[in-house]
């Protein structure tokens, strides 16, 4: 039983059946990736698992509770945390004030009117997003603007944002889409170092066959809104139908 | 990227510093913000000196703001402003009607005082209470749109709000004429004589009563009320500092910043918003009662459309998400507002009467449309100056003055003197 389970979803769009019954079980600690063609679903897929789009049938579990049909925010208490393609930070705030966020979220949930004391009197947050940033090397940044960092740096900070609430599940979408080599390989060693020191489980939506395999543990192929194979990244690279539908190689 | 790991110790020297920075002021205050708080604190005070530089008499008298009425309106609106500034200025949300809070509050001190006593607190604490709740009705229903189409929606509930005032609602708000205290009425504590018009006060300190000081030519008025609305913008203000450097106005910024990541943190922005919006709307209705309780009237044109715009006015002008800038801007269009309007052609002809007599026509002529009745083309040309060429608002005016006299200082002290400090760079954090 994985700790997050899909279960016979389906969703069409009109006369477009986006995804036809999709079953996929994600392991706890195991990083999981998603990889497909353009319009094989990966972004519906992933719309269902944050609960933004509602499947026509079937189920999304997390550790045992379903999550369609909740908020966002709600999803996010539950312990799933959503990297985006672009980074989405805090763009006006400080580094550190983007880090300290989402410390108060996990510790005083969806809404608290905390209106009396500083934000800096709250010691035990401080000290809790400066360790996080001086986990990713970024404490020195900390009076910066978000906006004003570097790409490499916003997706760090996003990272950052992300563990700091402990999340039991990190869903990453494209994370290395429209990057040069070089960030590529630097968010992959990120990624990986993420994963080590945490085992946090992490599920990654990606078309980048090299991220992919420098990353996955156990790999599903979505092809036509279905997937097609889910395996270890040694097999699916010599997979003959991977190959015919993710390269368009005709056999 | 790869050596993530490497500096641990520059955690715990990092933590302390920073919490650190958050102490040296009083009233749990930084000390930045205790400063500005103290200054703001002494103008106020000493307003009546400070707006009253020309001696009586004098050519320049008519620029002398320092008379009980204007004084009173600038620290009314200043908390006005104080309060649409915390929705607009810390979350975006542009709330295009909040006059209809100010009024609503007005309506509700005005009954206060017609029916249970003519002292202040009690009116001041209804027109709190009444524009919260109107707020939090309006906020409900606008709040479900953002940007322009939660603008429109709170516009339509204001001019709504207008219209029933005027017209529908009359026994209660006394339709075109509004309502002032009339001699027929008897609060139920207080002490009236038949016939007897009753007049606000404060455990008896009738918010009218001035003390006159004559120094030479100079004239100064120290005014009950002035000083009783200043001690409650002072409070307002205070309040205001303390919000902003809290978690929850932290957590207004990043709705304005970017609301997909903050959803995604876990974080439910609406009741963030509504909150802001009740709060915006308490200020507004704080504002109301004070206007009530210094001049005892109200009509429904305190609601109207222009009154909604001349707050928006105010922040922007003064610098939107500053904590200063709002008060700034409120006492600027007051200001000009009275004092521009008050020029009159006699007045620029005497100005100018050592001219050569087809020139001073010119002058005059060039001059007259600014002024007057003109004073708006006055107000619209500063604002779209200030707009175009300090998009900070005056905040940020005196925040460049202030840097280019240090840059001609010459001293290398200038940004790194307190690098702990609140960001500078983050333009709506700034004082």
Request: proline share 4%; aromatic share 10%.
């Amino acid at each position: 039983m994985g700790i997050l389970e899909v279960k016979g979803v389906n969703k069409r769009f009109g006369g477009l059946q986006a995804l036809g019954d999709v079953n996929l079980s994600v392991q706890e600690k195991s990083v999981h990736a998603i990889i497909g063609p353009n319009g094989a679903g990966k972004s519906t897929l992933l719309n269902c698992l944050i609960g933004k789009l509602i499947p026509d049938t079937g189920s999304v579990m997390f550790d045992g509770k379903s999550v369609l049909g909740r908020k966002p925010h709600e999803i996010c208490q539950m312990g799933i945390s959503r990297v985006f393609q672009t980074p989405e930070i805090f763009g006006d705030l400080t580094v550190f004030e983007n880090v300290m966020i989402p410390c108060f979220a996990k510790r005083d949930g969806a809404f608290r009117l905390h209106a009396i004391e500083t934000v800096m009197s709250e010691k035990d947050i401080v000290e809790q997003a400066e360790a996080m940033l001086s986990e990713v090397s970024m404490l020195d940044k900390r009076h910066m603007l978000a906006s004003s960092l570097s790409r490499g740096d916003k997706r760090r900070l996003e990272m950052a944002m992300c563990l700091v609430q402990q999340p039991r599940l990190l869903l990453l979408d494209e994370p290395t889409a429209g990057m040069a080599r070089a960030d590529t390989n630097n968010t992959i060693d990120l990624l990986k170092e993420i994963h080590e020191k945490r085992d946090i489980t992490m599920a990654i939506i990606e078309h980048d066959m090299h991220v992919v395999f420098s990353l996955a543990q156990r790999i599903t192929v979505l092809a036509q809104g279905s997937p097609l194979v889910e395996d270890t990244p040694a097999n699916i690279k010599g997979h003959p139908k991977v190959r015919e539908a993710y390269l368009g190689e005709t056999a | 990227m790869t050596d993530q790991t490497q500096n641990p110790p520059a955690m715990t020297t990092g933590a302390q510093s920073t919490v650190q920075a958050s102490r040296g002021g009083m009233l749990g205050l930084t000390a930045n913000d205790f400063r500005l708080f103290l200054i703001v604190l002494v103008i106020t005070f000493l307003a009546p000196f400070i707006l009253n530089p020309f001696p009586e008499g004098s050519a320049l008298a008519q620029f002398n703001a320092g008379y009980p009425d204007l004084m009173q309106r600038f620290v009314i609106f200043g908390i006005f402003a104080i309060g649409f500034n915390i929705l607009f200025g810390l979350t975006g949300y542009l709330s295009f009607g909040h006059a209809a809070f100010l009024g609503v509050g007005s309506y509700g001190a005005i009954w206060m005082m017609k029916l249970l006593t003519l002292n202040v607190i009690p009116a001041i604490i209804m027109a709190i209470i009444v524009a919260g709740i109107f707020a939090l009705m309006v906020g409900y229903v606008s709040l479900r749109r953002s940007g322009i189409y939660f603008s429109i929606l709170t516009l339509a509930f204001a001019q709504m709000s207008y219209a029933l005032a005027y017209s529908v609602l009359t026994p209660i708000t006394g339709g075109e004429t509004g309502l002032q205290i009339k001699n027929t009425d008897r609060p139920l504590l207080s002490n009236i004589q038949d016939g007897e018009i009753g007049r606000a006060n404060l455990f008896g300190l009738e918010m009218r009563s001035s003390f006159e000081l004559e120094l030479g030519a100079w004239l100064f008025t120290f005014n009950a009320g002035y000083y009783i609305a200043a001690v409650v913008m002072l409070l307002a203000f205070y309040m205001s500092i303390r919000l902003f450097r809290s978690p929850f106005g932290m957590m207004l910024r990043a709705v304005k910043s970017n609301q997909q990541r903050m959803n995604y943190t876990g974080l439910n922005s609406k009741p963030y918003t509504l909150a802001a919006f009740v709060i915006s709307g308490m200020y507004a209705g704080l504002a109301g009662g004070l206007m009530v309780a210094m001049d005892t009237q109200v009509g429904p044109e305190r609601m109207f459309w222009t009154a909604s715009g001349e707050v928006v006015l105010m922040a922007i002008l003064g610098g939107a998400g500053t904590l200063i800038g709002p008060v700034l801007g409120a006492g600027f269009i007051k200001y000009m507002e009275n004092i521009i309007s008050k020029i009159n052609s006699t007045i620029l002809h005497e100005w100018f009467f050592w001219l050569p007599d087809g020139l001073e026509n010119f002058v005059v002529a060039l001059i007259y449309p600014f002024i007057g009745k003109g004073w708006h083309l006055t107000l619209g040309i500063m604002f779209m100056a200030v707009v175009i060429f300090l998009p900070g608002g005056l905040v940020e005016g005196g925040q460049r003055i202030a840097g280019w006299i240090k840059n001609r200082r010459g001293s290398g002290d200038g940004p790194d003197k307190d690098p702990e400090h609140h960001p500078k760079q983050a333009p709506h954090v700034g004082e």
